[in-house]
C-alpha cells in the first residue's frame, strides 16, 4: 500500500528558500518514479518535477530554481525550491508511479497522490 504526505509548506517572502518534504510509505527506489505538482487557485495542476532510480528532470518554469532529490534509506523526496516567487503560491503535491524508469509529466500518469502542502509567497 503507497502512502505519501507532503510537509513543509508555509508563508515565505519573496526571494526566500522552502524545502518539502514527501514521505513515501509503501514505495521504493527500483519500482517507483515520483513526481512533485502544485495547483494554484483557478489554474491547473502543473508538473514540476520527477526522479526515477536514475535521473531526475524539470519544467522548465522551475529549472534551476527547484531541485527534486530522493533519500531512499528513509523512503523521502524532497522539493527544494529557492529564489520564490508570488507566482509560486500554490498547494505542493507529491505523486507516485508503479515505475522504474522514464520521464512523467501528466497528473494523470500517476496513480498515487498525498494531500497536498501549501506555499504561499508573499511579501
Known amino acids: 500500500q503507497v502512502h505519501l504526505a507532503e510537509s513543509g509548506g508555509g508563508l515565505v517572502r519573496p526571494g526566500d528558500s522552502l524545502k518539502l518534504s514527501c514521505a513515501a510509505s509503501g514505495v521504493t527506489k527500483s519500482s517507483h518514479v515520483l513526481g512533485w505538482f502544485r495547483q494554484a487557485p483557478g489554474k491547473e495542476r502543473e508538473w514540476l518535477a520527477a526522479?526515477?532510480?536514475?535521473?531526475?528532470s524539470y519544467a522548465d518554469s522551475v529549472k534551476g530554481r527547484f531541485t527534486i532529490s530522493r533519500d531512499s534509506a528513509e523512503n523521502t523526496v524532497y522539493l527544494q525550491m529557492s529564489s520564490l516567487k508570488p507566482e509560486d503560491t500554490a498547494v505542493y503535491s507529491c505523486a507516485a508511479k508503479s515505475r522504474r524508469s522514464g520521464v512523467y509529466t501528466l497528473d494523470d500518469d500517476y496513480t498515487y497522490w498525498g494531500q497536498g502542502t501549501q506555499v504561499t509567497v508573499s511579501s
Open positions: 526522479i526515477n532510480y536514475i535521473t531526475a
